[in-house]
T-cell receptor, first 109, second 114 residues
Framework: EDQVTQSPEALRLQEGESSSLNCSYT??????LFWYRQDPGKGPEFLFT???AGEEKEKERLKATLTKKESFLHITAPKPEDSATYLC??????????FGQGTRLTINP | EAGVTQSPTHLIKTRGQQATLRCSPI?????VYWYQQALGLGLQFLLW???????NRGNFPPRFSGRQFPNYSSELNVNALELEDSALYLC?????????????FGPGTRLTVL
């Protein structure tokens, strides 16, 4: 069964303290690995798509990487406004996204 | 460019009633997806429509149904509402014509079943 698992469930960091979020997946025929940011009560905001192992993408303080079994979202020198739930999703040929449970990130000033 | 829009923002129904949720995709997108996000659970795939046809369906009972109109907007209908249907319903759209298939989400409709 296709599955996406994110860890940790929740993470508290001090402002400026860098860390990484993990997303492991077991999806046959992976077509893409997606990262989204979701603020409370709102729809997910698209961040990145990764298509092949070794690929990396960056946006401001965020960098996403992909291996054959997992993806990492690295957060460098985070600010309080980076606090959100970060969702990972895998896509296969059926055009549906299989989402992980998310990592709830809190950045304390 | 306008994003995905959904209406209503909030919807309160009682058990056994029917709910209708609406979604307008990003201009130029032909695919619309529906997801359910219940409290404490991740996003669960409900339905995928493209060019007016249902293309894929998640593990939900038949009382969850929908349709896509010629202008690519979509409706999600939930019949015989149950308490556990209370959730945030999210609509996303994408274009299959491009090299990538990112899905862009709307703000969601919060459905509460009493």
């Amino acid at each position: 069964e296709d599955q996406v698992t994110q860890s940790p469930e929740a993470l508290r960091l001090q402002e400026g303290e860098s860390s990484s979020l993990n997303c492991s997946y077991t999806v046959s025929g992976l077509r893409g690995l997606f990262w989204y940011r979701q603020d409370p009560g709102k729809g997910p905001e698209f961040l990145f798509t990764l298509y092949s192992a070794g690929e990396e993408k960056e946006k401001e303080r965020l960098k996403a990487t992909l291996t054959k079994k997992e993806s990492f979202l690295h957060i460098t020198a985070p600010k309080p406004e980076d606090s959100a739930t970060y969702l990972c999703a895998a896509s296969q040929g059926a055009q549906k996204l299989v989402f992980g449970q998310g990592t709830r990130l809190t950045i304390n000033p | 460019e306008a994003g995905v829009t959904q209406s209503p923002t909030h919807l309160i129904k009682t058990r056994g009633q029917q709910a209708t949720l609406r979604c307008s995709p990003i201009s130029g997108h032909t695919s619309v997806y529906w997801y359910q996000q219940a409290l404490g659970l991740g996003l669960q795939f409900l339905l995928w429509y493209d060019e007016g046809e249902e293309r894929n369906r998640g593990n939900f009972p038949p009382r969850f149904s929908g349709r896509q109109f010629p202008n690519y907007s979509s409706e999600l209908n939930v019949n015989a509402l149950e308490l556990e249907d209370s959730a945030l319903y999210l609509c996303a759209s994408s274009s299959l014509a491009g090299p990538t298939n990112e899905q862009f989400f709307g703000p969601g409709t919060r459905l509460t079943v009493l």
